[in-house]
C-alpha cells in the first residue's frame, strides 16, 4: 500500500513506537500520550488540551517527514 494514507500512518506510527520495536504498547500510545496532552495534570483532557497536542504533533510530522 502505497497510498496518501500509508505515507501519514508510517511516520505516526514510529513517532508513538518509542523504542523502535516496531510495537506500541500501551504505555507508548496510551499513557505518554494522555499524559502529555493533560498539561494541567487533571487527568483530564480538555478539547483545548487534545487539539493543542495533535496540532503539535501534525506540525512535528509535516517538518520531519513531510
Known amino acids: 500500500h502505497v497510498g ?3 505515507l501519514f500512518t ?7 513506537d518509542g523504542d523502535k520495536n ?4 500501551v504505555r507508548e500510545f496510551v499513557d505518554i500520550p ?3 496532552m493533560n498539561t494541567n495534570g487533571d487527568s483530564q483532557v480538555t478539547r483545548h ?13 509535516d ?3 513531510g
Not at 488540551?49 to 510530522?61: S, W
Open 4 to 6: 496518501a494514507d500509508f
Open 10 to 16: 508510517v511516520p505516526l506510527f514510529n513517532y508513538f
Open 34 to 36: 494522555f499524559n502529555e
Open 22 to 25: 516496531q510495537m506500541l504498547s
Open 49 to 61: 488540551e487534545f487539539d493543542h497536542y495533535y496540532t503539535q504533533l501534525i506540525h512535528h510530522l
Open 63 to 65: 517538518q520531519h517527514h
